[in-house]
Protein backbone atom coordinates (compact mmCIF):
# COMPACT_ATOMS: atom_id res chain seq x y z
CA UNK A 1 0.00 0.00 0.00
CA UNK A 2 1.10 3.16 -0.30
CA UNK A 3 0.49 6.75 1.62
CA UNK A 4 -0.40 10.19 0.80
CA UNK A 5 0.47 12.43 3.88
CA UNK A 6 -1.30 16.47 3.99
CA UNK A 7 -2.24 19.10 6.26
CA UNK A 8 -5.21 20.78 5.18
CA UNK A 9 -5.98 24.29 6.73
CA UNK A 10 -9.61 25.64 5.97
CA UNK A 11 -11.69 28.60 6.89
CA UNK A 12 -13.39 27.25 9.95
CA UNK A 13 -16.87 29.24 8.54
CA UNK A 14 -16.14 28.20 4.87
CA UNK A 15 -15.79 24.37 6.05
CA UNK A 16 -18.99 24.51 8.29
CA UNK A 17 -21.07 25.72 5.43
CA UNK A 18 -19.49 23.42 2.87
CA UNK A 19 -20.27 20.21 4.16
CA UNK A 20 -21.68 19.47 0.69
CA UNK A 21 -18.24 20.33 -1.10
CA UNK A 22 -16.75 17.83 1.45
CA UNK A 23 -18.86 15.31 0.40
CA UNK A 24 -19.31 15.58 -2.86
CA UNK A 25 -14.98 15.61 -2.96
CA UNK A 26 -14.95 12.18 -0.49
CA UNK A 27 -17.38 10.46 -3.17
CA UNK A 28 -15.46 10.98 -5.67
CA UNK A 29 -12.20 10.23 -4.03
CA UNK A 30 -13.74 7.33 -3.11
CA UNK A 31 -14.41 6.07 -6.50
CA UNK A 32 -11.00 6.68 -8.00
CA UNK A 33 -9.67 2.77 -8.70
CA UNK A 34 -7.10 1.46 -6.47
CA UNK A 35 -8.24 4.15 -2.91
CA UNK A 36 -8.89 2.15 0.38
CA UNK A 37 -9.77 5.66 2.10
CA UNK A 38 -8.42 8.10 4.50
CA UNK A 39 -7.60 9.15 7.89
CA UNK A 40 -8.70 12.63 8.74
CA UNK A 41 -7.63 14.29 12.24
CA UNK A 42 -8.63 17.36 13.27
CA UNK A 43 -5.72 19.21 14.75
CA UNK A 44 -7.75 22.68 15.60
CA UNK A 45 -8.35 26.22 14.22
CA UNK A 46 -9.61 24.79 10.56
CA UNK A 47 -6.37 22.27 10.40
CA UNK A 48 -6.88 19.32 9.47
CA UNK A 49 -3.64 16.15 8.84
CA UNK A 50 -4.76 13.96 6.16
CA UNK A 51 -3.79 10.29 5.70
CA UNK A 52 -4.97 9.13 2.18
CA UNK A 53 -3.82 5.13 1.57
CA UNK A 54 -3.87 4.16 -2.42
CA UNK A 55 -3.32 0.34 -3.32
CA UNK A 56 0.21 1.52 -5.12
CA UNK A 57 2.04 4.42 -5.88
CA UNK A 58 0.57 4.18 -9.73
CA UNK A 59 -3.27 4.28 -8.05
CA UNK A 60 -2.27 7.42 -6.44
CA UNK A 61 -1.23 8.95 -9.77
CA UNK A 62 -3.92 8.01 -11.71
CA UNK A 63 -6.28 9.87 -9.29
CA UNK A 64 -4.20 12.68 -8.84
CA UNK A 65 -4.94 13.80 -12.17
CA UNK A 66 -8.80 12.96 -12.19
CA UNK A 67 -9.03 14.57 -8.74
CA UNK A 68 -6.49 17.52 -8.76
CA UNK A 69 -9.45 19.71 -11.09
CA UNK A 70 -11.91 18.86 -7.87
CA UNK A 71 -9.67 19.88 -5.69
CA UNK A 72 -9.41 23.25 -7.06
CA UNK A 73 -12.83 23.53 -7.92
CA UNK A 74 -14.50 21.83 -4.33
CA UNK A 75 -12.17 21.87 -1.56
CA UNK A 76 -9.62 25.34 -2.76
CA UNK A 77 -12.58 27.79 -1.93
CA UNK A 78 -12.89 26.28 1.78
CA UNK A 79 -9.56 26.73 2.62
CA UNK A 80 -7.33 29.28 4.12
CA UNK A 81 -4.23 28.52 3.30
CA UNK A 82 -2.74 26.50 0.42
CA UNK A 83 -2.56 22.08 0.78
CA UNK A 84 0.88 21.59 2.58
CA UNK A 85 2.37 18.38 1.71
CA UNK A 86 4.06 16.38 3.87
CA UNK A 87 5.14 13.16 1.53
CA UNK A 88 4.48 10.08 0.62
CA UNK A 89 5.53 6.55 -0.22
CA UNK A 90 4.83 2.92 1.00
CA UNK A 91 3.56 2.12 4.06
CA UNK A 92 5.86 -0.15 5.77
CA UNK A 93 4.12 -1.56 8.90
CA UNK A 94 -0.08 -1.53 10.00
CA UNK A 95 -0.88 -2.29 13.44
CA UNK A 96 -1.63 -6.07 11.97
CA UNK A 97 0.44 -6.34 8.64
CA UNK A 98 3.35 -5.36 6.58
CA UNK A 99 3.15 -4.58 3.21
CA UNK A 100 5.42 -4.50 0.29
CA UNK A 101 6.79 -1.72 -1.90
CA UNK A 102 4.04 0.19 -3.61
Known amino acids: MYAILRINSYDPGALAAGTD ?9 AAQPGFV ?4 V ?3 GGRQF ?7 AGASRAGLR ?3 PEVER ?3 PLMSAPSQFL ?4 ILSWPTARFDDG
Do not use: I, K, Q, T
Open 87 to 90: GAGP
Open 42 to 44: DLG
Open 37 to 40: GSAV
Open 66 to 68: VLA
Open 21 to 29: RMAEFDRLH
Open 50 to 56: VLNLWDS
Open 74 to 76: LLV
